[in-house]
Every structure is written in structure tokens, then in C-alpha cells.
């Protein structure tokens, strides 16, 4: 929470060109902005700061209502608002320059920030461009964001706002140059208005409502005279053809691939043959598979047989698979629904499974780190743009190349996907990575005993808990306490919450760093004896 020897330089920093309000740096546990907004008071030297700055830039937004008392808390409010969104927004330097206003793919904070309507008053000056897209906002466009009046990018795209979107405001807003609504249900605007719109791309309004077709019925009363008949021809052949003659189609050569017909599975896979089947389980086979392009897949076909319900689900799930990429994800091609089988393809990756390398080598802890911070990549990307996607983080199901760059292969979509959820997954991961995994198998308690064998014994014991198998002369007693202090604070409940993925990712980058770099001098190792140990703690 901010305290109040760093609320007072906020309000003597309030002129340009110096930023509007001084951000603080995010600490491991940040209160929200609610929290602060609701315990913090301003400054005995605020109002005489904020009087002050009005004298020598009447310009500021706020200077109207500074001589009020109302008014004045509502300056305090705007600045610690404006204060967490220059954070959450990743404005390189918040103490020199507040940017832009980013909170693209944030559903979760998004609407909180636009509720504000004493910040958008006080806007400040600073501000050049502002994204709320991809955040599934409802309801109709919140106008309080154009009080914004020096903005020279809007982008509010890939949401489900509706309603009239207010025209007649966008002309106050003469440094716009981007403005992007693409991809909502707006209220078609009359003809006279989308003039307006002129001024940008086209291509900015797909799908928004907004613009007006004038030719839409006559091309409409053209398309049912000679395009219809047209059309029903080219569909009983097309079908015809797939009937009689069952050829691919020549989507297979198109990218990215999504939709897969059986028959190019089966083409792909030499008819299912014995050679190219990779495993088995219930309900489930897997195939190595190659496309016509040369590219290698992984083909998983499934033959329990489903209801429509769960086929529509199975088809949403999909869509949503084959938009991720990033590099510590298996990249999904596209899927097969065809009555035949029902089937997912995906980039064929050599390499085993993570268990695999745990169980048949023994890799440093240098390399296990690595695997860690590329896990915790992967999970910082899907809880950033893709919250409702969930993820399986047994070491069975992570995938791991030749070069150690771990895969996240198994998504989940039951509903019950949390960031806290997440969090706790990796920390048994972290923990099975670095201890004695073989104890999880020994316990009678299984997972829950192992947590509680390594919380008994450390720190005290931390290097009994520390697996065998890690070179100790290479390992530093420090850099292990911080991993298993990292891995018990996203397994328990209180902490979990207060941690952010981005900050577990900096700090195993950070320990890896040390690690690659054989440690500091200045500290001990596990190989050193009893003298040693107790000199660190243990």
C-alpha cells in the first residue's frame, strides 16, 4: 500500500513535462488500487502543491476544481488511480513519462479502470494512446474515455459493446489518427454521420455495425436472382465429388491449417499404419503423421463417440487452440471433426516427456532452472491474453525439446481455471524439479505428504531435501533456499495470492542467470562441510 512519504512527491510532480503523478515500483505484495483508494489520505502539502501547479500551467484538467474541497479529493483519488495504471499499462519509466493507457487482453481489471470517471476527467496531458481491445467489455461505449481530448490512438476492438457509439464526440478529438472499434455490435450509424469515419481505416470498423451499406439490397435482391441458383450448383457437385471421388481438398496447402478432413490424416499417417502409431491409451491413439508440405504433425484421434453438445465444445476449444503461439507451447495446426473420428494436430516435437529427463538423467540445476523459467513464460502469456485457458503441469505432459525448451501440451477447459490454480500447479512442478521426486512415490500421503515432508524440513534441512543427483560442488546453498522458498509460496493459499506470474518469472531468470554464471564469490556451496552449513543457516 502506498504510505504517505510516497504520496507527497505525487502532487508537486502534477505539471508537464515531468509525468503526471510519480508510479510506484510493484513490490511482491501490491495492495489493489480499491485498497489504497480506500486508505489513503492526502498529504498535509497537497493542496498547496496542486494550487501551486494550476498557478503555473492553468492548462491542467484538474485546476477548475481545485478550490474546492470535493474537488481536491478527487485530484488525490485521479493521481493514486493514475499511479496503478501507468504500472498495469507497462509504461517503461512511470516516474518520467505516462505513454499510453495498455490494458489489452485484461478482463479482469479492465472495467474497474473505466469506471473511474474522476480519472478520464482529470486525464492527463501525457497521454497519447489508449487500448482497451480484446477485454469482452459489455454495455455501450464508455464516453467518459474522450475526455481524453489529446489522444492520438483509441482502440476498443474485439469487445461486445452495443448501442449508439457517440460521432458527434470524435470531432474534439482532432489529434486522432487510430481508431480501431472493429469486432463489436454497435448501432448502425446514419449516413451522414459515417463521414466521419473517413479519416481512418477502413478496415478498423469490421464487423462494429457501424458503417451504413447503401447498395446491401440491391445486392442482396441481385445475389438471391443469379447468385443463388449459382451457389446450390456448386454445392450438389461439390458434395457430389466428395462422395464419389473422396479427394483432399486443396485447403491442406493453405496456412495456418486448421480444418482437417479424415482422409488427410489418413494419407498423412500411410492409412494408420502400424509404423507410424506412436502410442495408445483408452479411447485415444497417436499417430506421427506427415503433411504434404513435408511438415511433421502429432495426430491424436479419438474414437469414444460424443454428443452434439460436446462436439460444439470440442469445436470452440479448438479455434481458441489454434490462435496461441508462443514458444513454450505445442503449436496446434487444427483438429478433424469428420464422423469418421475426431482428431487434434499438432507440431511434431522430438523429445520426451520431462519426466523422462528427470528420471533417466540427471541435468543440473542450471538446466532445470531453464526448464522453469520456460514453463513460467508459457503461463504468463495464457494468463495475460488467454485467462481461460487452462494448462496440465505434470512433468508427464511437458513436452521437452532437444535444446531444453519445455512445451505445455495438455490445455484445459473445465471452467474452474484460476490464476491461483495455476500457481500452485507450478509450485508442486518446482518442487518435484528440484527435490526428491522419488519421495512423492513413497509417501503413503503421495502429493499432499511430499508437500509437507519438504515444509518440515526446510530451511533447516534444505540440503537433505535437495535431489541427489545435482552436482553439489556447482550448486550454492543460496540459490536453492530462494527455488524451494519460491515453489512453497505458490503452493500455499495465503501468499499464492499475492504473487504475480511476472514476478516468479524475473526471479528464477534471475537465479538462473547466477547459476549459469557458477554463483558469486561471496557465497558458499553444499560442498563445503559442517562449519559451512551452519555458517548459512542449515
Known amino acids: 500500500m502506498l504510505n504517505r512519504e ?18 510506484l515500483v510493484p513490490v511482491i505484495l501490491s495492495t489493489t488500487v480499491v485498497d489504497d483508494l480506500r486508505n489513503l489520505r492526502p498529504p498535509p502539502e497537497f493542496n ?45 519509466n512511470c516516474i518520467e513519462s505516462f505513454d499510453k493507457i495498455n490494458l489489452r487482453g485484461r478482463p ?69 489518427t487510430v481508431l480501431n472499434l472493429s469486432y463489436n455490435h454497435f448501432s448502425e450509424c446514419k449516413l451522414s454521420e459515417s463521414l466521419v469515419f473517413r479519416r481512418f481505416n477502413s478496415s478498423n470498423f469490421v464487423h462494429s455495425g457501424l458503417i451504413p451499406n447503401k447498395q446491401s439490397f440491391a445486392f442482396k435482391a441481385m445475389f438471391l436472382m443469379i447468385g443463388l441458383p449459382i451457389m446450390v450448383i456448386l454445392i450438389v457437385g461439390f458434395i457430389a465429388m466428395l462422395c464419389f471421388r473422396r479427394r483432399d481438398l486443396s485447403s491442406e496447402s493453405r496456412q495456418p491449417r486448421h480444418h482437417f478432413t479424415a482422409s488427410m490424416l489418413k494419407a498423412a499417417t500411410s492409412g494408420f499404419s502400424h509404423e507410424n502409431l506412436e502410442g495408445k491409451s ?9 503433411l504434404t508440405d513435408g511438415t511433421q504433425v502429432r ?7 460424443i454428443s452434439n453438445e460436446s462436439m460444439k465444445k470440442f469445436l470452440e476449444e479448438c479455434e481458441v487452440l489454434v490462435q496461441l503461439h508462443h514458444k513454450n507451447l505445442v503449436q496446434v ?61 505434470r512433468t508427464s505432459s511437458i513436452i521437452l525439446s532437444e535444446n531444453l525448451k519445455p512445451l505445455i501440451s495438455r490445455f484445459e477447459f473445465d471452467g474452474q481455471n484460476s490464476s491461483s490454480k495455476n500457481k500452485r500447479k507450478f509450485g508442486v512442478l518446482l518442487l518435484e524439479m528440484i527435490t526428491d521426486r522419488g519421495k512423492m512415490g513413497d509417501l503413503e500421503a503421495g502429493e499432499a505428504g511430499f508437500i509437507e515432508d519438504i515444509r518440515a524440513n526446510f530451511p533447516a534441512n534444505c540440503q537433505n ?74
Open 6 to 23: 510516497q504520496i507527497r512527491p505525487m502532487a508537486s510532480l502534477l505539471l508537464p513535462p515531468i509525468v503526471v503523478v510519480v508510479l
Open 48 to 92: 498547496s502543491t496542486i494550487a501551486g501547479n494550476c498557478l503555473r500551467n492553468p492548462s491542467l484538467r484538474y485546476c477548475s476544481d481545485s478550490r474546492h474541497l470535493d474537488g481536491l479529493n478527487e485530484i488525490f483519488k485521479f493521481t493514486v488511480v493514475a499511479s496503478h495504471l501507468c504500472n498495469e499499462s507497462r509504461n517503461p
Open 108 to 176: 479482469k481489471i479492465a472495467p474497474l479502470y473505466l469506471s473511474f470517471d474522476f480519472f478520464w476527467k482529470y486525464c492527463p496531458l501525457t497521454i497519447r494512446s489508449i487500448d482497451f481491445s480484446n477485454n469482452s467489455l459489455r454495455g455501450e461505449f464508455p464516453t467518459s474515455v474522450l475526455a481524453c481530448a489529446q489522444v492520438e490512438a483509441l482502440d476498443f476492438s474485439r469487445n461486445e459493446l452495443s448501442g449508439d457509439f457517440p460521432v458527434e464526440r470524435l470531432v474534439s478529438l482532432v489529434n486522432l
Open 282 to 290: 483408452d479411447g485415444v491413439d497417436i499417430y506421427r503423421g506427415i
Open 299 to 305: 495426430i491424436e484421434i479419438y474414437w469414444s463417440e
Open 333 to 393: 495446426f487444427g483438429w478433424c471433426d469428420d464422423w469418421e473420428l475426431r482428431a487434434v494436430v499438432t507440431k511434431w516435437t522430438d523429445g520426451g516427456s520431462l519426466e523422462m529427463w528427470l528420471t533417466e538423467r540427471a541435468p543440473p540445476l542450471k538446466h532445470r532452472l531453464k526448464v522453469l523459467v520456460g514453463v513460467m513464460e508459457g503461463m504468463c502469456y495464457l494468463h495475460e491474453l488467454w485467462p481461460q485457458v487452462g494448462y496440465d503441469l
Open 465 to 538: 531435501l535437495l535431489d541427489e543427483r545435482i552436482t553439489i560442488a556447482s550448486t550454492t546453498i543460496e540459490q536453492v533456499r530462494q527455488v524451494i522458498e519460491i515453489g512453497l509460496a505458490c503452493i500455499d493459499h495465503s501468499a499464492n495470492k499475492q504473487l504475480k506470474m511476472d514476478w516468479i518469472r524475473h526471479i528464477l531468470l534471475r537465479i538462473y542467470r547466477a547459476c549459469h554464471a557458477n554463483g558469486s564469490p561471496n557465497q558458499g556451496r553444499f560442498s563445503g562441510g559442517r562449519d559451512k552449513r551452519r555458517e548459512h543457516g542449515l
